[in-house]
């Protein structure tokens, strides 16, 4: 994804890995017909990158919203001034990964909010 610097974005959000496929509908304890809705994880990889600009970035990579599991959801990058990207549904085991390219100018990148390694981070 090209930066967003001065685009006014805000807020990305991207799914990764939910397949969601309609069913014959049925009818709940009213009569009123309802749709079945089956949710199925991808099976392929996804590959997101991040690209900061000539000048100076600062991304914060942190993983946030915890399930009952208490394993984090989403993976949230903070281009900081610029964007707050969330990822959601990613599935290391597919092969998905998220590349920061920070394209030069003396950037920081902070992934000490995610905690305990469970990513093959690629740091450029």
Do not use: W, Y
Request: proline share 5%; hydrophobic share 35%; net charge negative.
């Amino acid at each position: 994804m090209a930066p967003l610097n001065g685009s006014g974005v805000g807020t990305v959000k991207l799914n990764l890995g939910q397949l969601i496929v309609q069913g014959t509908p049925t009818n709940n304890a009213a009569g009123v017909s309802v749709p079945t809705l089956s949710v199925f994880p991808t099976t392929t990889a996804n590959a997101i990158t991040l690209q900061g600009t000539a000048g100076f970035d600062h991304f914060i990579v942190s993983g946030v919203n915890p399930g009952t599991n208490n394993l984090n959801q989403q993976i949230q990058v903070l281009d900081e001034g610029v964007t707050t990207f969330f990822i959601g549904n990613s599935l290391q085991a597919k092969g998905d990964t998220l590349t920061i390219d920070g394209a030069g100018g003396g950037d920081t990148l902070d992934a000490s909010g995610l905690g305990v390694r469970r990513t093959r981070p690629t740091c450029t």
